[in-house]
């Protein structure tokens, strides 16, 4: 798992131009410069979250609540296979126990699957919401019966929101008493370099942090004011454009798509910044993403890397090169 996570993190920073917004060149308009008075921000960003402790990025945040967890006596978690793999990876390294949840096709899979996982002795479930790769949002129905049912079990949940500002609903779980919520801007704001992400969490979790806090020693403790209104005022200037620019590169693939019928969408189309592709089944996407990136440039990341199957890859929608890569996929695939 550790070597998925660390091939897929080469793919990553090999595709770095390609992951980052670059509105300058994207022709999408900026977003004006909010009034003063709505500097407090859009819905979903730090203020709606109280007291967040300030990470580095979602994985520090994801880190720091597993951490947490162990320090205050959990064994195992339980998290969906497959996935952006951060739990398993973080798990290891604080010696929980990985319990893999599998998602059967079906309306109530990820339910009755969590239902499984906790008779089975997991005592945190984790959650990527909207979910990498699949770019699966829970329903309201299936997030409150997931809630009620790890509340009533007494156990903790987390969820991994740093897809959150691209989500239907950017705030859900904002007030969940046993739920804490790993967030960034690497996604929206495009600053995956920076690491600049929180966690919030309830009352009843603080003493646990403060001690998971005291080991990772040099992390500030909270988020200052300041910080965290600049942050907001800068989300606030960006995030209508980053968005912007991934709906129209997410109608440039509907029409790709349309053309070349030799590539279908693997998921649901969604309103995330990424895509997963199910190419020809001769491909292996392995080998495809390596010589895509080492002949044109395009990053895309191999399916393997999330668990998925070997002719699918997965593609960002951030650039605003994004027909010229799409032209490099079918050409190489006509190769
Ligand atoms: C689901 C998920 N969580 C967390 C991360 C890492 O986020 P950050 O850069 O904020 O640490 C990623 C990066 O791709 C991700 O896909």
Redesign the pocket.
């Known amino acids: 798992m550790i070597q998925a996570l660390n091939d897929y993190l080469t793919f990553?920073r090999a595709g770095l131009p390609y992951t980052q917004f670059d509105l300058a060149r994207s022709g999408v308009p900026p977003t004006p410069l909010p009034e003063p008075s709505q500097s407090s921000g859009p819905a979903g960003l730090p203020e709606a979250f109280g007291e967040p402790i300030f990470t580095?990025?979602?994985?520090?945040a994801?880190f720091l609540a597993l951490l947490a967890t162990r320090i205050a006596g959990a064994r195992i978690v339980a998290s969906e296979y497959p996935?952006?793999p951060?739990f398993s990876a973080v798990a290891e390294s604080v010696g929980l126990q990985d319990y893999e949840i599998r998602r059967d096709p079906g309306p109530n899979s990820v339910v009755g699957a969590i239902c499984q996982a906790i008779t089975d002795g997991a005592d945190v479930v984790a959650l990527?919401d909207p979910h990498?790769p699949t770019g699966h949002e829970l329903s309201d129905s299936e997030r409150t019966e997931i809630l009620e049912t790890c509340r009533h079990a007494g156990v903790w949940v987390l969820v991994?929101r740093?897809?959150a500002d691209f989500a239907h609903s950017p705030e859900a779980y904002a007030s969940e008493p046993n739920v804490m919520v790993?967030r960034?801007y690497?996604?929206s704001l495009g600053i995956?370099t920076e690491?600049i992400?929180w966690l919030s969490a309830p009352a009843q979790m603080q003493p646990f942090l403060t001690q998971a806090q005291d080991v990772l020693q040099g992390q500030p403790k909270k988020m200052e004011p300041l910080i965290r209104q600049r942050l907001t005022s800068l989300a606030a200037r960006h995030l209508e454009s980053n968005l912007a620019l991934v709906q129209r590169n997410n109608t440039t693939l509907r029409q790709w798509l349309s053309v070349h019928t030799e590539v279908t969408s693997a998921v649901e189309p969604s309103t995330l910044p990424f895509a997963t592709l199910q190419l020809p089944s001769t491909i292996d996407s392995n080998q495809f993403s390596r010589e895509l990136l080492r002949r044109t440039g395009t990053a895309t990341v191999p399916g393997a890397y999330f668990g998925l199957n070997r002719d699918q890859i997965r593609i960002g929608l951030t650039s605003p090169d994004f027909s010229q890569g799409l032209q490099h996929i079918s050409d190489f695939i006509k190769k």
């Open positions: 990553v580095r990025g979602a994985s520090g994801v996935s952006y951060i990527q990498n991994d740093v897809f790993a960034s690497s996604k995956g690491r992400g």
